[in-house]
């Protein structure tokens, strides 16, 4: 499990907890909300028990059905798109960073079908159902564009913004991850950064944080990073930063 979650870490990342919620079942899917009967009176708990992870992964499947993740998506990128467009003209050779996995790319049909648990190298032959294995998922490039990120990204590049893309996806996805970029509508950016195969980090801010600095060295001034993981964010190198929601799955 440890070094499994450390692969995840920078293909596209699922804790623990959505890794083990897998075990419920597929009946979770249609579930809203998990109410445990009302224990007996007198009955002895342990008292320390964290959240059931069959409720965790029900409620995940609640909060995407139900519009609060579109709701929330798009709160905190029309905010990037209002900042981006206040400060592009007066920034010299001012620069976007995007996150790519559930930032820019939705993998919702692979998220949805392995009911958050992750398969590095199963196929993936019989979606809607699953199991989808990542890399299989990425050979197809059938992301879907996050709406509100295209949308800011299409005023980053009509105010002159550069666009770079930094992943913790490996290079040796370079080329399906480029075809997926151009299907989805993100065409005309400056870079896509992988990670390097084979590389190891503790943090997915020990690998995107200096990327960024590179930018800002080859004379760029960035004036927004985006992700959907806190770790896309950390590290500076950007004038302000914007968190989109992502209960899915977590990338230290």
Known sequence: MA????KRAFVRGFSILCVAA????PALADTATLK???LPAGTVTDGAQPENLSAAQAAAFAYYKSGAYERGLSD????AT????SEARKTKHPALVLDIDETSLSNWAELSANQFAYFPDAPCRSLPKGPCGWAAWVARAEAKPIAPTLALFRTAKANGVAVFFITGRSEALRAETERNLKAAGYVGYTQLYMKPDLSTFRSAADFKAPVRGRIESAGYTIIANMGDQASDLAGGHSLRSFLLPDPFYFIP
């Open 82 to 85: 209002a900042w981006i467009r």
């Open 22 to 25: 897998t075990l419920a079942g």
């Open 3 to 6: 070094s499994q979650g450390l």
């Open 76 to 79: 905190v990128a029309g905010k």
């Open 36 to 38: 445990a009967p009302a």
